[in-house]
Antibody, heavy 121, light 106 residues
């Protein structure tokens, strides 16, 4: 079955960076985009960006452009999100989710379990 | 960006009843590219409906979506105890935006 598995949460100080992983299985990694979303405590969902594991193409929410980078390792079917210049208001659960190849904007049919990033001095 | 406004913020219902959740867009959502998700505490969202009215794999038929343009509705018939959760709408016709959520409580 399709699975997206994220590594556990991280704690960082303001100004630091964090790199999150999303290991996929149960489907062909390069056939679907991977999206990243953020959910601050008690808040709603916010789209961060996507990557195309086949071409390494990507697109980011304007709000995060310049602070986030998406990458992948095809050999282990894993996508990554790096967030730099962390601020306290970046404290949130980050989710990876599967979208549709060829469509920048799509719904998300499978999700990782989420990884809590805590930014605190 | 398209802004999605969900109402009500909180809906109190009982098992066996019908719940009707609303999602209104600030401008027309192209090709009815609207999805609904259910999220329980400590869990990832779960896709329920896409294309405004198509049920995702494994979703019971008591969940149904309708609407077009700027007004969309999620209806849950015969509420089960496991249906009490937060529900989000998402439009994917122009970038991605989510509503602020409706909490369905017992």
């Amino acid at each position: 079955q399709v699975r997206l598995v994220q590594a556990g949460g991280e704690v960082r100080k303001p100004g630091a960076s964090v790199k999150l992983s999303c290991r996929t299985s149960g489907y062909t990694f390069t056939d679907y985009y991977i999206h990243w979303l953020r959910q601050a405590p008690g808040q709603g969902l916010e789209w961060v960006g996507w990557m195309n594991p086949h071409s390494e193409g990507y697109n980011y929410n304007e709000k995060f452009r310049g602070r986030v980078t998406v990458t992948r390792d095809k050999s282990i079917s894993t996508a990554y999100l790096e967030v730099s210049g962390l601020r306290s208001d970046d404290t949130a659960v980050f989710f990876c989710a599967r979208g549709q190849s060829g469509n920048s904007y799509w719904y998300f049919d499978y999700w990782g379990q989420g990884a809590l990033v805590t930014v605190s001095s | 960006d398209i802004v999605l406004t969900q109402s009500p913020g909180t809906l109190s219902s009982s098992p066996g009843e019908r719940a009707t959740l609303s999602c209104r867009a600030s401008q027309s959502v192209s090709s009815s590219q609207l999805a609904w998700y259910q999220q329980k505490p400590g869990q990832a969202p779960r896709l329920l409906i896409y294309g405004a009215s198509s049920r995702a794999i494994g979703i019971p038929d008591r969940f149904s979506g309708s609407g077009s343009g700027t007004d969309f509705t999620l209806t849950i018939n015969r509420l089960e105890p496991e249906d009490f959760a937060v529900y989000y709408c998402q439009q994917y016709g122009s970038s991605h935006t989510f509503g602020q959520g409706t909490k369905l409580e017992i």
